[in-house]
């Protein structure tokens, strides 16, 4: 055992090693990827985490793999544990120790790795914990506690976003009874503690960081309903709660401006927990808003520019936001005076630009767009003076706007008398748009309401549109300003004045200041998917079709100005403007296929080797999806010849983060292949994708299906000769025994039934249905019962091809002689009515209609089943469909959790286009049902009318007879 934890933890330092190239780092990942098969793997992780003979680095790296681990292996889709029972117990029992003992950043990944065991077995397979955490507090001893609190927190944290259910608030009453009372008399020993060592540098602070942990904590605890427990004690924790807010000690206080200290986090702690009691529980806590309040102000309009304020700022506005919304409390804001004394003393300072941000946007300019943008600064103080205005304007419009306009004219005139003084500008700029927006933002459609007291046209033709032609006299902040206000206020834009506006944005993308142009990609992106209320584009796509050769070749040499590959995609804002252009212009892509083409090729080689921003290789390969919709089916062979390398490089890498995006477009490739043939070479790419290793991947499934079945629908002759069937009907019952892919597993039975002829499958079908039927045996999940029904209609429904309802009943005596009946009353019958998309209900019409008309075995040996049968085809017919239960809704991967290269994405420029099997019903599915029956009512010398008269009720009768007539 100790060889192999050195071997391990050698395998670890490799995967680190920055001198070694990405291959070295790949093969120690690839090796650990064996170990991680071996029995006790989690086990020598914790060993190498826990020893302090190991570099900190290392430790580290054994952490982050032990949380990765435990993220993937701890338990699968059914809650059953994957590892061995006695390294589950080992696990639970050392964690909480070891993760007390460890330094704060490998607590941190320890405390994922908690959080992730307690998602799956806290509180009933883990009901010792809180007890266990409880023993270990000690009254005056942070440095312990701190590790215990911090494991609290990651467990605790997890129901901060949760929706109400009776089994959270069971886990929660579980944790208040055994950890509230313990916590509270801790606060009030920590109070002392802090007391005693006001002049104990060290001591402060770990008492400071042991605050921050249990104001936290207070916030978890709270985050659903007050406890009890608390409610009592209300008074004191408001007590505590302001002592700390207005607390200071030079001890506390960092030298440096830029980097908060423990003082900045516990106060910024506490105004979030303030936040939720004013929203939450204010009958409660009405008592002690006011101090809060005057506290919030003072410090507010005594505290410095520094940025190591910032968070604390910010949440000090949030704080006062929410009270600004209460009715009673928001009267305190009224008074004019009061509202000047709150822009000027509050607001003004916070929204003015400060060295920092002109810093920012000198040397990070990616990082100042995503602040600026899409709310990750929703911590910086602009954005919540900004929110507090708003709140405050919603409450007194016509005063507020009155004081505000004030200010900006001020701040225009100073601007006017001297163009240096730009940032004047700014400041008149942003607290405009404050103003005038009303509601929230939306990221489709920006501010979609305005105030009325006020013109978005006047303000921007009499002070803005000057920015955007005035090249390099204007400061690049202003011009951004202008972009931004037209991206901001995009819906309230007419179409005409879009037309006039849109040349200038499109100007403004060969700046060359690299936020300008980005906010300028950012704006025509969103103007290019805007629609008016019928659904048409607000900027026709001929008014782009023309300048899109030019504005695509601009796009990517500025994507690719510094060919290293973490640069290229560092700004996924310009490759999100090039996939708009190519949706937008369409077929207008053709005449420029070859240009586009070498670009996109050589971004996807890039990137390849170092996949680094999740976000800018969706948007590439979206880019690449609507490519390849719009121009291969003009020139499927240069396409398919020229991506197949890089596609090809990206499979044999084995980059993970790639391979489902890839997938997709080998079948979008294939799909517009015009040809309706399976050119060698997607016959070559058949024997790998069979291979069940490309399988284990869960992001790979569903591109994978897709993409299989889009060859067996062009190639199914060739997998008969090449006798693949049985491996591909192997990765069918792979797929059902996971509950995340039962549903694509079926989406490929349904592929192959569709393409090949029942003499190529006839042997295969007794083995298909008993698999699914002991699944559906061991795990009814409505969802698993909607996919059977669908797929029993869909075999029942191809008459043409050999299948029907007799068909499908001879598979089942085989199965077991009197299975069917049970299943066809108690399952097909009654689900039937819960299918909701048009396609499967019209499925399930067709599959009743045949079987009332021609199904022998309904006609002698089932009589009273017919009856049931035209029973079921009415409803269908007559009624909207029965609701579903939500057992087991599987949420997709968004974006953002694609990190880690197991997420699947599926890209909307290739979605597959639904196609209806039996375009001949035309659109009145009713009258269609009539016809067939009539048809085969004359052809049986009147039998279906002779059924109904003998098996059908009176009220029945006459509905079906009205059908046949």
Request: with cysteine.
């Amino acid at each position: 055992m100790a060889d192999n934890l050195g071997a391990v933890a050698q395998l670890l330092e490799a995967s680190l090693d920055p001198r070694q190239n990405k291959q070295a780092n790949s093969k120690a990942e690839l090796a650990l990827r064996q170990e991680e098969k071996k029995p006790g793997y989690s086990l020598q992780l914790l060993q190498i985490t826990a020893s302090a003979a190991y570099p900190y680095n290392t430790r580290l790296a054994s952490a982050l793999c032990f949380k990765n681990f435990i993220k993937w292996n701890w338990t699968d889709e059914d809650g059953n544990y994957k590892l061995q029972e006695n390294e589950v117990t080992t696990i639970k029992r050392e964690l909480i120790s070891l993760m007390i003992s460890v330094p704060t950043g490998i607590q941190t990944q320890l405390g994922e790795a908690v959080s992730v065991i307690a998602d799956s077995d806290f509180w009933e397979r883990w009901d010792t914990l809180v007890d266990d955490l409880v023993s270990r507090l000690q009254p005056a001893n942070p440095a312990a506690n701190i590790g215990v609190l911090q494991v609290a927190h990651s467990i605790f944290k997890r129901w901060r976003p949760l929706f109400r259910s009776d089994a959270l608030y069971i886990e929660i009453n579980h944790v208040v009874e055994k950890f509230g009372a313990p916590f509270l008399s801790l606060f009030e020993q920590l109070n002392n503690f802090i007391e005693q060592n006001k002049s104990n540098k060290e001591n402060l602070a770990q008492g400071f960081a042991q605050l921050n942990l249990m104001v936290k904590l207070l916030y978890d605890l709270s985050c659903h309903d007050l406890p009890p427990v608390f409610e009592d004690q209300i008074a004191g924790i408001a007590g505590l709660l302001l002592k700390y807010l207005t607390y200071d000690n030079q001890l506390l206080v960092t030298d440096d401006d830029t980097e908060a200290g423990p003082l900045e986090f516990a106060r910024a702690a506490i105004f979030q927990v303030l936040t939720l009691y004013v929203q939450r529980y204010q009958d409660d806590f009405k008592p002690y808003i006011g101090d809060f309040v005057q506290s919030s102000w003072n410090f507010l309009t005594t505290i410095g520019q520094e940025t190591k304020y910032d968070i604390l700022v910010s949440r000090a506005l949030q704080f006062l936001t929410s009270v600004a919304a209460m009715p009673e409390h928001a009267m305190v804001f009224q008074d004019e005076n009061t509202l000047k004394q709150i822009i000027e003393k509050v607001i003004l300072p916070n929204v003015s630009l400060r060295e920092s941000d002109e810093e920012l946007f000198e040397d990070e300019p990616i990082e100042f767009i995503r602040r600026d943008l899409e709310g990750s600064d929703s911590d910086t103080r602009r954005r919540a003076a900004t929110d507090f205005l708003r709140k405050l304007a919603e409450k007194f419009e016509e005063s507020v706007t009155r004081v505000v306009l004030q200010y900006i004219e001020h701040y225009l005139a100073e601007y006017t008398k001297n163009a240096s003084n730009w940032k004047a500008k700014d400041t008149a700029t942003y607290l405009f748009s404050a103003i005038a927006a009303k509601g929230v933002a939306t990221a489709s459609h920006g501010i979609t309401a305005t105030n009325n007291l006020i013109s978005i046209t006047d303000y921007f033709q009499k002070h803005l549109a000057a920015d955007l032609v005035g090249g390099d006299s204007v400061h690049p902040i202003l011009n951004v300003d202008a972009i931004k206000y037209l991206y901001v206020f995009r819906s309230i834009i007419t179409k005409e004045q879009w037309q006039e506006v849109l040349p200038l944005l499109v100007n403004q993308l060969a700046s060359s200041n690299y936020i300008v142009y980005s906010y300028a990609a950012i704006a025509v992106e969103r103007a290019l998917y805007l629609g008016d209320s019928q659904g048409q584009p607000i900027i026709a796509p001929s008014t782009i079709t023309p300048l899109a050769k030019d504005l695509l070749q601009h796009i990517f040499s500025l994507i690719q100005k510094d060919p290293a590959p973490q640069k290229i995609q560092e700004n996924e804002f310009l490759m999100r403007c090039a996939m708009r252009v190519l949706i937008v212009i369409k077929e207008g892509v053709v005449p420029h296929t070859d240009v586009v083409l070498q670009h996109l090729i050589n971004i996807t080689q890039i990137i390849s080797s170092n996949p680094s921003n999740p976000r800018f290789y969706y948007y590439h390969f979206e880019a690449l999806g609507a490519f390849i919709r719009f121009a291969a089916p003009s020139n499927p062979d240069k396409l398919e010849q020229a991506l197949y390398p890089p596609f090809a490089n990206v499979l044999q890498g084995d980059v993970q983060e790639f391979m489902p995006y890839i997938f997709q477009l080998f079948a979008a490739l294939l799909e517009a292949n015009p040809s309706g043939t399976l050119p060698n070479y997607y016959q070559n790419l058949i024997a790998p994708i069979l291979m069940p290793v490309m399988w284990d991947s869960k992001g790979n499934t569903p591109a994978l299906v897709r993409l299989l079945s889009s060859i067996i629908s062009r190639g199914s002759q060739f997998i008969i000769e090449n006798q693949q069937i049985e491996p591909i009907l192997g990765i069918f019952q792979k797929l059902l025994s996971s509950r995340a892919n039962e549903s694509y597993g079926f989406d490929l039975l349904e592929s192959v039934v569709a393409n090949f002829p029942p003499t190529a499958l006839e042997q295969y079908f007794v083995s298909i249905m008993q698999v699914i039927l002991m699944k559906l045996e061991n795990n009814k999940t409505e969802s698993l019962l909607l996919r059977f029904v669908r797929f029993y209609h869909f075999i029942s429904a191809q008459e043409e091809k050999g299948y029907s309802a007799d068909f499908v009943i001879q598979v089942f005596d085989k199965v077991q002689p009197t299975l069917f009946t049970p299943i066809y009353l108690n399952v097909i019958l009654p689900e039937t009515q819960k299918l909701a998309r048009p396609l499967d209900r019209k499925t399930a019409v067709l599959s009743f209609t045949k079987t009332v008309a021609n199904s022998e075995a309904f006609a002698s040996r089932y009589k009273k089943g017919w009856g049931f049968t035209v029973e079921a085809l009415l409803k269908l017919l007559e009624l909207p469909p029965l609701p579903a239960g939500k057992d087991d809704i599987i949420a997709e991967h968004d974006v953002e959790d694609m990190a880690f290269g197991v997420g699947y994405t599926a890209l909307n420029t290739v979605r597959v286009q639904t196609r209806d099997p039996w375009p001949e019903t035309g659109a009145d599915l009713k009258a269609w049902v009539g016809q067939y029956l009539k048809a085969a009512d004359k052809k049986n010398n009147g039998r279906i009318t002779q059924f109904a008269q003998e098996r059908l009720e009176d009220q029945l009768k006459a509905l079906f007879g009205g059908y046949i007539a």
